[in-house]
């Protein structure tokens, strides 16, 4: 069941969103060669609570860290650690926090220094998707036209879409219906509504689409060990398009 929200409700979501895009603004400054992810996940721990805001992934299913940090070959739901960012890696980070019992949820890849043409490439083509994504969510528009869009630009540039892991609804749960995966045909899905609100986040392989769990039950790989990206925003459809809350511009 698709929970429409109000205006009231999505200014809510906006206000959770908003301190999340604030705190990925913060941890940007902080990814740099010598740097620990664990750093990271305390800073934006930290961050949160003074803002009187709770990290929404601590304790969801189980997950034991306020952050995902996935480090190159890693799709989602990497652990923070201590081991140190160096020249040449890319590190997604992927944010959420419930403020005033609204969630919201973002991510983005960064460099760390100076990264090679490819890993460059990734990172523009799966941002570039997440807006062709955007773009399409709109009133009378269908999921299934966020979906094609996503997939279309990432296949064009020969990267892939992962298939086991989707964008999300938002609202008073961190996850909410209707799943909206980064791959599908256009017109397909249920039909978009004012007062939808979801998280559309394509994950990006270099190499094959196909992914594999890590032993510690989170850890997200590609199946061939080549790179991945995530980019994430949430975003309300109203009667003017496409809104993205989880930004400060
Ligand atoms: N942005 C991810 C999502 O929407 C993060 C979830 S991590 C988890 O699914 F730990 F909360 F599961
Ligand atoms: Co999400």
Redesign the pocket.
């Known amino acids: 069941m698709v929970v429409l929200k109000s205006p009231d409700e999505i200014g809510k979501i906006r206000q959770s969103s908003i301190i999340v895009a604030e705190i990925l603004q913060g941890l940007a400054g902080l990814v740099k060669p010598g740097a620990t992810t664990r750093e990271l996940n305390n800073y934006a721990e930290t961050e949160a609570h003074k803002r009187g805001a709770r990290p929404?992934?601590k304790g969801?299913?189980g997950?034991p860290f306020a952050l995902?940090t996935s480090l190159n070959q890693e799709v989602?739901?990497g652990f923070p650690s201590e081991h140190p960012l160096k020249e040449g890696d890319i590190v997604s980070l992927?944010f959420?926090v419930c403020y005033k019992d609204y969630f919201g949820?973002s991510?983005v890849t960064l460099p760390v220094g100076r990264i090679s043409e490819t890993a460059a490439n990734l990172l523009r083509a799966t941002e570039e998707a997440l807006y062709r994504g955007i773009n399409e969510a709109k009133e009378n528009n269908r999921v299934g036209d966020i979906s094609f869009a996503v997939q279309n630009h990432v296949e064009r540039l020969g990267f892939s879409v992962v298939r086991e892991y989707v964008g999300?609804g938002i609202g008073r749960k961190?996850?909410e219906d209707p799943p909206v995966p980064n791959f599908g045909v256009r017109g397909r899905g249920i039909e978009l509504k004012p007062g939808m609100v979801f998280?559309i986040?394509p994950m990006v392989n270099e190499g094959t689409h196909k992914v594999k769990v890590k032993p510690d039950g989170w850890t997200v790989v590609t199946a061939d060990g080549k790179l991945s990206a995530h980019f994430?925003h949430t975003v309300a459809i109203t009667e003017n398009g496409p809104e993205v809350l989880s930004t400060l511009v």
Request: one cysteine or more; aromatic letters at 16%.
């Open positions: 929404a992934f969801y299913n997950y995902c989602v739901h992927d959420g949820d991510a999300h961190l996850h998280a986040e994430e």
